[in-house]
Antibody, heavy 119, light 108 residues
Framework: QMQVVESGGGEVQPGGSLRLSCGAS????????MHWVRQAPGKGLEWVAL????????YYANSVKGRFSISRDISKNMLFLQMNNVRADDTAVYYC????????????WGQGTMVVVSA | SYEVTQPPSMSVALGQTATIICGAM??????VHWYQQKPGQAPVLLIY???RRPSGIPERFSGSNSGDTATLTISSAQAGDEGDYYC???????????FGGGTRLTVL
């Protein structure tokens, strides 16, 4: 059974930092492009970041470039999102997703982890 | 950036066919995926690479993509089809993944 479980969300002050984690089971994060996608309350889906299956490239949405960093630990089969200098508009549910097909489609969704940026 | 447009909302009568569109310049040259999201739930992949259905997705859901419009078609609409529908593609020009703004479907 393929599954992802996100964790690490919570409340953080503007300008602060947070590290999100994602544990994968039933598949290897080294075999797929892995993404973070977020959804602000009452809003649509927004792509955040991608790390290639071989780890050689990372891509970011303009809204988070220079502030967020995606990484993975293959030995633990985990994906991470380091969020620095957070802003109020980073408030959202964050989903960790594996890519299938080319270009990446997302077939396995967890429940996400909620990040609230508030003073 | 590559602009992808979806109507914010639409309605369909019970048992009729709903057609949800995703518009963008020459979108027919790209592979488009579709998701359904019901209130309080994570999205579900309905269609990938324009026309392919993941296992477990009913045949009532189908996709097409040509010219400037990608389309998700829901046949024999049911009350359980209510929710938000998103199209998604990869923009190789900007190396970014793009979601449409979503279409909220109401079944009357």
């Amino acid at each position: 059974q393929m599954q992802v479980v996100e964790s690490g969300g919570g409340e953080v002050q503007p300008g602060g930092s947070l590290r999100l984690s994602c544990g994968a089971s039933g598949f290897s994060v080294a075999s797929h492009g892995m993404h973070w996608v977020r959804q602000a309350p009452g809003k649509g889906l927004e792509w955040v970041a991608l790390i290639w299956s071989d780890g050689s490239n990372e891509y970011y949405a303009n809204s988070v470039k220079g502030r967020f960093s995606i990484s993975r630990d293959i030995s633990k089969n985990m994906l991470f999102l380091q969020m620095n200098n957070v802003r109020a508009d980073d408030t959202a549910v964050y989903y960790c997703l594996r890519g299938i097909a080319v270009p990446d489609a997302f077939d396995v969704w967890g429940q996400g982890t909620m990040v609230v940026v508030s003073a | 950036s590559y602009e992808v447009t979806q109507p914010p909302s639409m309605s369909v009568a019970l048992g009729q066919t709903a057609t949800i569109i995703c518009g963008a310049m020459n979108i027919g040259s790209r592979n488009v995926h579709w998701y359904q999201q019901k209130p309080g739930q994570a999205p579900v992949l309905l269609i990938y690479k324009d026309i392919r259905r993941p296992s477990g997705i009913p045949e009532r859901f189908s996709g097409s993509n040509s010219g400037d419009t990608a389309t998700l078609t829901i046949s024999s609409a049911q009350a359980g089809d209510e929710g938000d529908y998103y199209c998604q593609l990869w923009d190789s020009n900007t190396a970014s993944l793009v979601f449409g703004g979503g279409t909220r479907l109401t079944v009357l």
